[in-house]
């Protein structure tokens, strides 16, 4: 059974934008948009009802949401000339349009009946009010729920494993999970008050981390299903338990570890007496390295209520048209920022929460504000209340719901720019930071960050770090109480602001900053030459990437190309899986940064620790022994031919290869040559440019590759090894369970045995060997690989010029 949806609007936009958004959770559910006038105006078309009405339903019935009041008259005139059977068939349901929609979708998708789906859409929308008072307890979400499914819960307590616990991403994960059951899941610490998992912000607000325990209660008819799912999710660590200590760690910072906390522990709230400048120095906590001196700008916050001509509060407003053009606007944003990189997408999650439009309704139903003025209101008491929270995660939250809700306000024609156009040399001093602020703040010439709140794991911060702006973190108010134009010196590597040095410490830290510059300019100037074995064989030394700034940071640091992109991390948090023309983009902007460098561009590794959600795989058939890597290619072939396509089309002027991962045997490595020669004759025949692969190559991470290394060298041009899951796979030991971890060593006579053996396959056989696995980047390892026969190291750009260092004080 497949009740059909019809989504009226008196905008053609909007009955669009929220037919998208709808599909992106419902993807088998029939959605008919009939929006605007037949000529494309603002208002509402019998025909083009008719038509809806036609394409919804398809036997099981339809459910019909519309914006304003006055769409109905059409709806119902276009119901009389049905035949009564099939009139009897629509249900025109009154809610709110774009919650109605995603509401009835999601029902619909798991095959509800039509009173059902009428149903969930009509008790879409939580109420409006204060988002974060008193939440209902477990027991009574429980009544509700049994009142209105009279459903069997399903309860599960589970520890929660990744230490940042249930952020935003993770929350959207579990909400993706759910796509398509019929059932309500609540969460909460046991004992304490439960939560609507559909309420991202209050889930948020639990600050559950890891070690903690969350009770989860599923009802409704899927509620076995569904427990199962989130409780899998939760104790699977959402893929982020072995990245994280890596990502945070203080000592890759340079930073004083004391003042940092450890992981997990670190991440809960601590409560940090405000540092006080003592003798022209305050002591705060180092957020990004880096040194920079310079005048003080500070940047007020982002406006609380937006003022004049854009923001017309009491006058003539109509209520439905400000609801519908907010509903749009939230649309629109969503779906701008589902196509962003990861940080976008998080956002993209939180303009998903019904609490947050729901917060907007009282401004706009009572006349008192215009869409843009309700929603913004809205957007700053949420913000307000999460950034009181004592918990440091929760409160760094708060910058990206104003950023969310800033996107929202752009596309309703309000900018909200709080950043001078001109910064040239300045240390700026912020309360907290976007992550899409940072850039700006680059692009328009500061040279360091204070903030006066924030976390060491606050997307902002991360930001920082990787585009290399000094920050410093939580350093209380004092500095922004100085006169703008002080001097400051910051250093984000001990966390500290010096006030006003006098003439000789400024000039010489202005030295230091100069002469920072230079060395690393040498170090990577270095790094750009060629480097040779011992035996006199040229080594490349190549990067390791998974985005474009990695390839931007690959040129840096002066590796001789890519020896893996690793696509899936492309793709990894899309809420929609790319199409071909989307990857096209993504590829092209990285080929065109490595210009005519080698580029190895291994397809899709999805599954194992890469749960790649669009393509909703599943936590045990897609496992590390499951169909994952080139299992899963193979065994969806329109996925790889996609992704062929676009990589050959991409390539055009550049010097690309293709890599599978995850082989076990030559038969695969054939099947991979096979989906490469249709891909390009099907580019053939579509008349498209492109450029075939200079080589076709495979990953040695599977021991049964490596033992018969001599097959697989057979039928491909170059192999590249894994050492990573080559290990894992070897030990029994999964690469992400830290108690195991002892075992993950790739010095252990098992592995080396391995590598010594599938190297002298690879060059009896005269088979280019590359290492891609962390090994590569391992200097107690590199000369014995290079003496093995190996030509090829690949690494994260940050350890180019190290190994090239390495290999050149070992060279002939
Ligand atoms: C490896 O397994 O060593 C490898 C490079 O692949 P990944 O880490 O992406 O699984
Ligand atoms: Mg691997």
């Known amino acids: 059974m497949t009740v059909g949806l019809i989504l009226v609007s008196h905008s053609a936009d909007l009955a669009r934008g929220t037919a998208e958004l709808a599909r992106q959770m419902a993807p088998s559910v029939v959605i008919a948009a009939a929006g605007g006038t037949d000529e494309g105006g603002i208002g509402t078309s019998f025909d083009l009802i008719n038509d809806a009405i036609g394409t919804a339903d398809t036997g099981d019935g339809a459910v019909l949401l519309y914006d304003l009041g006055s769409a ?44 059902a789906v009428a149903s969930s859409a009509s008790t879409a929308g939580l109420p409006a009010g204060d988002a974060f008072a008193s939440p209902p307890t477990v027991a009574a979400v429980e009544e509700t729920i049994a009142d209105d499914h009279r459903h069997e819960s399903v309860r599960a307590t589970v520890s929660v494993v990744n230490p940042l616990g249930l952020h935003a991403r993770p929350v959207a994960a579990l909400i993706r999970s759910l796509v398509g059951l019929d059932v309500l899941v609540t969460l909460g610490r046991p004992d304490a008050p439960a939560v609507d998992l559909r309420a991202v912000l209050r889930v948020v607000a639990l600050a559950l981390r890891g070690g903690d325990q969350v009770e989860v209660v599923a009802t409704g008819h899927d509620a076995a299903a569904a427990a199962a799912k989130v409780t899998a999710l939760i104790t699977g660590g959402f893929g982020e338990t072995p990245d994280l200590p890596r990502r945070i760690a203080p000592a890759a910072m340079g930073a004083a570890p004391a003042r940092m906390g450890n992981a997990p522990t670190g991440f809960r709230s ?6 006080a400048i003592v003798d022209a120095v305050l002591a705060a906590v180092p957020g990004a390295p880096g040194l920079a001196i310079g005048p003080l700008v500070r940047l007020d916050r982002a406006p609380r209520q937006l003022a004049g001509a854009a923001s017309p509060r009491g006058a003539d407003l109509d209520a439905g048209r400000e609801g519908a053009r907010l509903d749009l606007a939230i649309a629109s944003a969503a779906g701008r920022l589902l196509a962003g990189n990861q940080f976008e997408v998080a956002h993209a999650v939180l303009l998903a929460d019904p609490e947050l439009r729901a917060a907007a309704q009282p401004a706009i139903s009572n006349g008192s504000s215009d869409a843009a003025a309700a929603w913004w209101d809205a957007v700053g008491l949420t913000a307000d209340r999460l950034a009181g929270d004592p918990d440091e995660l929760v409160a760094s939250r708060a910058v990206d719901v ?94 500290t602001v010096t006030v006003s040095p006098d003439h000789r410490t400024a000039e010489a830290i202005r ?56 696509t ?17 983009a993504d590829l092209t902007a990285i080929f065109e940064v490595l210009q005519d460098r080698p580029i190895v561009v291994r397809v899709l590794d999805a599954g194992g620790d890469k749960p790649v959600t669009a393509l909703d795989l599943d936590p045990v058939h897609n496992g590390f022994l499951g169909v994952r890597g080139l299992r899963y290619l193979l065994a969806h072939p329109d996925v790889l031919q996609v992704q062929l396509r676009a990589i050959f089309r991409a390539a055009v002027g550049h010097h690309v290869s293709v890599m599978a991962p995850m082989v076990s045997v030559a038969s695969e490595v054939l099947a991979f040559r096979e989906a490469v020669r249709a891909a390009l004759e099907s580019l053939v025949a579509d008349g498209l ?17 490596a033992l018969a290394a001599d097959e697989i060298c057979a039928v491909c041009d170059f192999v590249s090894i894994g050492s990573n899951d080559l290990t894992s796979y070897t030990m029994a030991a999964d690469r992400t369970e830290t108690g195991v971890a002892d075992l993950l060593d790739p010095s252990s006579t098992a592995v080396q045995r391995l590598l010594d053996q599938l190297c002298r396959f690879a060059v009896a056989s005269g088979t280019p060997v590359a290492v891609c696995g962390e090994i590569a980047g ?28 390495l290999l050149r004080e070992h060279a002939r």
Do not use: C
């Open 72 to 115: 109905v008259l059409t709806a119902e005139t276009a119901l009389e000339f049905l035949d009564p059977d099939a009139a009897r068939r629509i249900r025109i349901v009154d809610a709110p349009l774009v919650e109605g929609a995603v509401a009835a979708a999601v029902t619909a998708q798991g095959g509800a009946g039509l009173d």
């Open 270 to 275: 601590i409560s940090h007496p405000a540092p």
């Open 402 to 495: 104003r950023e969310a809700g800033a996107a929202v306000l752009a596309e309703l024609g309000v900018v909200v720019d709080r950043i001078p156009a001109k910064l040239d040399g300045a240390v700026v001093f912020a309360d907290d930071l976007g992550p899409g602020e940072v850039p700006v703040l680059l692009e328009r010439g500061a040279v360091g960050v204070v903030l006066s709140r924030s976390s060491t794991t606050a997307h902002a911060v991360i930001v920082a770090r990787g585009l290399g702006l000094p920050m410093i973190l939580r350093a209380g108010d004092e500095i922004g109480r100085l006169a703008a134009g002080t001097e400051l010196v910051l250093d984000g590597d001990s966390g």
């Open 511 to 566: 030295g230091r900053i100069i002469d920072l510059a230079r060395a690393a300019q040498l170090r990577t100037e270095a790094a750009r030459g060629p480097v040779y074995a011992p035996d006199g064989r040229q080594i490349m030394v190549v990067a390791n990437i998974g985005s474009l700034a990695d390839a931007k940071a690959a040129v840096e640091s002066g590796a001789d190309g890519v020896g893996l992109l690793r």
């Open 568 to 584: 899936e991390l492309l793709v990894l948090d899309r809420e929609n899986y790319p199409d071909e023309d989307t990857q096209i």
């Open 689 to 705: 440019p492109h450029r075939p692969p200079d080589q076709i190559g495979v990953m040695i991470e599977v021991p049964a590759a």
């Open 778 to 805: 391992m200097t107690e390892h590199v000369l014995g690989l290079v003496a093995r026969g190996v030509h090829e190291l690949s690494v994260a750009p940050v350890r180019v010029p190290i190994i090239k260092e």
